[in-house]
């Protein structure tokens, strides 16, 4: 049953973006960078399904944990990206952020998704988020730090480390569980 529902999920995917590049073809409505766009959300859902599927097969707390890492990571992009941490959206050192989840994705790779090994890089990432208006504040001393200032910069920072160290605190948790 559940080798039909991955097939007829991923069925749907397909004929989907098969009917946006069809629909190119015939229209001029949809540009190539769309139809990429649209094509890679698609996969992005599919991806989403594959990940609830397999997290459905962990504990409850790995779950929690797992959730609370990748809700860390979502809101990290969504105001790094929107409004910017250190000064506006404009600002280059921002890019930065993009190491977090960077190292989030390298580190559950290198680890096999074991919780302690999830423990140790969600640790580190909590570490990186700390660092980065440190490594701001070394390499580029004239940055503008916004309405914020550096101490909300750090404050902000601060909360997002936290995140990340209590989703690797409740990966710990996951792992004494699972090895009992």
Do not use: C, H
């Not at 590049?21 to 992005?44: G, K, P, R």
């Not at 190491?99 to 390298?106: C, D, L, N, S, T």
């Not at 490594?135 to 101490?151: D, K």
């Amino acid at each position: 049953m559940q080798k039909t529902k991955r097939l007829i999920v991923w069925t749907i995917i397909l004929v989907l973006a098969l009917t946006i590049l069809i629909a190119m073809q015939f229209t001029s409505e949809v540009q190539w960078n769309e139809a990429i766009a649209y094509i890679v959300i698609l996969m992005i859902v599919g991806g989403v399904y594959e990940l609830w599927q397999w997290l459905k097969t962990r504990d409850k707390i790995y779950r929690i944990a797992f959730g609370v890492g990748l809700a860390g990571v979502f809101l990290l992009g969504w105001v790094s990206g929107a409004v910017g941490i250190i000064g506006s959206e404009n600002n280059s050192v921002n890019l930065m952020y993009w190491a977090i989840p960077v190292i989030g994705f390298i580190g559950s790779l290198i680890s096999r998704f074991n919780p302690r090994g999830m423990a140790l890089t969600l640790f580190a990432v909590a570490l990186v988020q700390f660092l980065v208006p440190v490594v701001a504040l070394i390499i580029s001393p004239e940055v503008s730090w916004g309405n914020a200032g550096v101490i909300g910069v750090f404050a902000i920072n601060s909360i997002f480390a936290a995140l990340f160290a209590g989703s690797g605190l409740l990966f710990q948790r996951a792992d004494k569980f699972e090895n009992r």
